[in-house]
Structure formats: C-alpha cells, structure tokens
C-alpha cells in the first residue's frame, strides 16, 4: 500500500466502489482546503475506510471513486468512561483526550456534587468525538450519550464484565486492577463521590481503586485511568 499519512481525511457515506463527502465535511474540503477533481482523500464512515480520487464536485457534495481499502485500526477492547462533568470547557478538552486514548464510549455524569449542569449540547459533543477520530486515525467513532445520573449509569453498568471507580482512599491502585474485553471507569466529581454514592458504587459491583497519592482534577483523572487500562489492554 501507498503512504498515505499525507492525504486529509473525511467522515462520507460509503456505497459500493463510491463514497459521497456532504455536509460541514465538504464546506472543508471545498472552501477550506480547496481541493479539486483528481485530488486524492481518504473517506471513512466509522466502520471502512478507503484511499480515494474525488471525481465530481456538485455544490453541496463530492463524490469519489475509491483506490484501495485501509486496514482498520482499532483498540483492543471496549473501554467506556462514565465521569462526572467538569464545569467551563474542561469537558470539552477531556472528550478529545478521552477519543485519542482509545476509549469506546464517553457518559457524560451527573453526582450529587457535579457542579456543571449542562443544557443540551450532544450535537457539540459529537463534532468533538468527530474531530478527534479523524485526528487520531482510529476507524471507529465513540459513542457520546446524552447526560445520565448516577443512578442510571449504575444501572448501565450491568452490561459489563469490569466495572472501575475512582475514589479517593482506596486501597488498591489502578495500575493493578482487573480489566476485561467491556470495562467501565467511573470517575466522580471534584471532592469524590458523596458517601451515599459511594455505597451504592461499590453495592453494583464496582471495584474501588485509587489513581495515586496526588489528587487529580476530574478531567485528569478520567485520562489517566483511561490511559493505565488501554495500555495495558495493547499490551
């Protein structure tokens, strides 16, 4: 295969032997980058990704004709991160990291004492995780849900086989904790958990673990909690 570092790469609908780049996508290839007929791209759509020439430029979209399959990269195992929202824009920087890490699902997390309440910005969020993926060069795209509470997020907890939380005090340091293919990390808000929440995370089955002697800010401590399993996890 040819190099193929040095092409941009779009987020496109994938047919058989096209792909179509519409929407913000194609405002940045045209008016940003001002590529061209003959120019080539790389197009993914999150599960396949292709080497392509562009070979039509209509006003709100291109189509392209593609060269060769890219092998896919992926992590090695499903990794979500339910961790509490820092207020101002700390969350947003933290979703980008969170991405690049290799985390497969980001849950936004309301504890009793997360002090940003968000309004609805999914949609932001989304073109964050975007942004990132492209960045990265993963082929897949992580899943932002929408804001749960704690509550919720214990009871979504049942779907995997390793569940994490980060709380100050605890015995046992991340760096030696159990992972497994579905691992979730649950990181609280700055000031910890309350000592009723931390009851019920420990009552659904969450392994109590702490992120060493210095105290983290939320955002830091989600990445590095992230970063120690995933690393672990490429072995």
């Not at 932001?124 to 492209?134: D, G, H, N, Q, T």
């Not at 709380?167 to 009723?196: H, M, V, W």
Request: with cysteine.
């Amino acid at each position: 295969m040819r190099w193929i570092g040095s092409f941009h790469r779009f987020f496109g609908e994938i047919y058989e032997g096209f792909g179509v780049i519409g929407g913000e996508e194609f405002l940045h290839l045209r008016k940003v980058l001002r590529l061209r007929v003959g120019d080539k791209v790389r197009i993914f759509n999150g599960e396949r990704e292709f080497l392509a020439e562009i070979v039509e430029m209509e006003k709100d979209k291109a189509k392209v004709k593609f060269l060769e399959e890219i092998p896919k990269l992926l992590p090695p195992m499903d990794l979500a991160v339910a961790v509490s929202i820092p207020k101002g824009s700390r969350f947003d920087d933290l979703i980008e990291k969170l991405v690049e890490v290799g985390v497969s699902r980001i849950i936004p997390t309301i504890c009793e004492r997360t002090v940003k309440r968000p309004g609805e910005r999914k949609d932001r969020w989304e073109r964050i995780v975007l942004s990132a993926v492209k960045q990265c060069e993963r082929s897949d795209i992580p899943e932002i849900t929408e804001p749960m509470s704690l509550n919720e997020v214990l009871k979504l907890s049942e779907n995997y086989d390793v569940k994490i939380a980060g709380i100050i005090g605890a015995q046992r340091n991340i760096s030696s904790c159990p992972y497994g293919k579905r691992t979730l990390i649950l990181i609280g808000p700055e000031g910890d958990f309350t000592e009723e929440e931390k009851e019920k995370i420990i009552s659904s089955g969450f392994l109590p673990v702490n992120l060493g002697g210095i105290i983290l800010r939320v955002e830091t401590a989600a990445i590095v909690s992230a970063s120690v399993i995933m690393q672990r996890a490429w072995g």
